[in-house]
């Protein structure tokens, strides 16, 4: 069993995506006063989308009965023509490769790379709970593995996002951080966010309410609370969209074999690049 996406010029878009949108999302000319959130699928997008969010508007959380998607909107879902009508500055989500990202050297560009063993697992789930579009809800992890090692899923192989990016990773206008390292340290991750930003936004974290309250509505356990804000479309009896938030879930779900062939799959594909020190991978058995 595998999950169905849409080949759109040879690009692998989710299923609901309009391939109009898509095309009009690549086509947006970057402005300098922007931000791009830049992640591959489940690498803690809406996470570092709430952040921002937060950080830019003083703190507040975002209230009940807005969208994450809306605010700081996906480029390639809902297309060049509305993100063009936000007024600026502007945060834009994409999960696009470097070359297919709209660019402005002075525009800022915040890439959240996750260990590729968590971003299968959290795929799966994803996956198996939008039954409306994927029709996968009864698809096993091993069905989705052979699926995820292949690059056959939406926005394609997880290395040639990652590896796209970290050429990049030393650019003046990227900063580039890790999901790990935020689970492990999200106020230093917080401030780093306002430190790329600008001194506005370090003078807003100067102020220990604002910076406590950003820890606090960005947290897993108050994310979790009301998720209607961060996404729509799953049915109770799946998984929930903020998930389990956790470092090393992998473990309980790969069999030997797979860790071998992704770890395998790793070396092979981060190999002479800084990609391949980002995390320690599974001893190989
Ligand atoms: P899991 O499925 O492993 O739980 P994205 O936003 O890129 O789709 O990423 C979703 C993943 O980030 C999910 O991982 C989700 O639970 C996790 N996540 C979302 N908000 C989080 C938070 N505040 N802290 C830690 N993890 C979070």
Redesign the pocket.
């Known amino acids: 069993m595998k999950p169905n996406y849409t080949l759109h010029k040879d690009f692998r878009l989710p299923m609901g995506f309009p391939p109009e949108a898509f095309d009009s999302g690549l086509a947006y000319q970057a402005q300098a006063e922007d931000t791009f959130i830049v992640?591959y699928?489940?690498?803690?997008?809406?996470?570092t989308?709430?952040i921002i969010w937060m950080l830019h508007y003083d703190g507040q959380p975002l209230p009940v009965g807005k969208n994450i998607n809306l605010e700081v909107p996906h480029l390639e879902e809902i297309g060049g023509e509305f993100v063009n009508s936000l007024p600026k500055p502007r945060f834009i989500k994409t999960h696009l490769t470097y070359n297919l990202t709209p660019y402005h050297p002075q525009a800022k560009y915040i890439y959240v790379a996750r260990n590729p063993f968590?971003c299968a697992?959290?795929l799966y789930?994803?996956t198996k709970g939008f039954i409306k579009h994927y029709d996968f809800a009864e698809g096993t992890f091993d069905d989705f593995f052979e699926c995820f090692i292949t690059g056959e899923v939406d926005f394609g192989d997880y290395f040639d996002h990652l590896i796209s990016w970290i050429h990049h990773k030393n650019d003046e206008n990227v900063l580039f951080l890790t999901?790990e390292s935020?689970?492990n340290n999200p106020k230093a991750a917080i401030v780093s966010m306002a430190k790329f930003l600008g001194s506005n936004y370090v003078r807003k974290i100067e102020n220990m309410q604002i910076l406590e309250n950003i820890l606090e509505h960005?947290?897993?356990k108050?994310?979790s609370l009301d998720q209607s804000r961060?996404s729509s479309e799953r049915p109770s009896d799946m998984?929930p969209?903020?998930?389990?938030?956790?470092v090393g879930?992998w473990k309980s779900h790969f069999s030997v074999s797979q860790a071998q062939q992704l770890a395998q799959k790793f070396k092979t594909m981060t190999k002479n690049t800084e990609a391949a020190t980002l995390w320690e991978l599974p001893e190989l058995i």
């Open positions: 992640t699928p489940k690498s803690g997008t809406t996470w989308q709430h968590d697992v959290s789930y994803h999901y935020m689970k960005t947290s897993f108050r994310m961060w998984t969209f903020i998930r389990k938030g956790e879930d």
